[in-house]
């Protein structure tokens, strides 16, 4: 298997009242996070949150949709998960979006990346993740629909 590109996306799903769609890995009991995920190939940013969220979570969008932040973070591999990158690779840049979906949107989430999902509150939901750039996006959220 090819290794990842340190090159990732942070998607925030929210519906129009600012419910939060959180998802537990199954790979780190307790960790609950946005839809996130590896740049493939050739891949555009915009096209891996797109794929990204079908992949977590069943909902599909158009790219229009899906909201570009332009905003970036650099951090550090989980060691646990650096196995999955080239020697030598210790950080990640991850590009944040945000898709706004209906209330109610049906969930259908892979098993193989997780074990159960949740609708919570934004307050709740930056409590509950456990990356500190998804708490930081999570944070970002209202600022970031008004422009």
């Given at each position: 298997m090819p290794y990842k590109q340190p090159i990732s996306i942070?998607?925030?799903i929210h519906t129009p009242d600012l419910q939060i769609l959180l998802?537990?890995?199954c790979d780190f009991a307790g960790a609950w996070q946005s839809v996130t995920g590896s740049c493939e190939a050739n891949e555009s940013l915009i096209d891996t949150a797109v794929?990204?969220?079908f992949e977590e979570t069943g909902l599909q969008v158009s790219p229009d949709a899906v909201r570009d932040w332009h905003y970036a973070s650099e951090f550090e591999i989980?060691?646990?998960w650096r196995h999955r990158y080239a020697p030598g690779v210790t950080h990640n840049t991850e590009h944040v979006f945000s898709v706004?979906?209906?209330s109610g949107s049906s969930v259908t989430i892979s098993p193989r990346e997780?074990?159960?999902?949740?609708?919570?509150g934004l307050d709740e939901a930056i409590e509950m993740v456990f990356s500190p750039s998804n708490a930081d996006?999570?944070?970002q959220l209202p600022s970031r629909l008004l422009i």
């Open positions: 942070l998607l925030v998802l537990e890995r794929r990204e969220l989980y060691e646990r706004a979906v209906p997780h074990t159960q999902y949740r609708w919570v996006a999570l944070q």
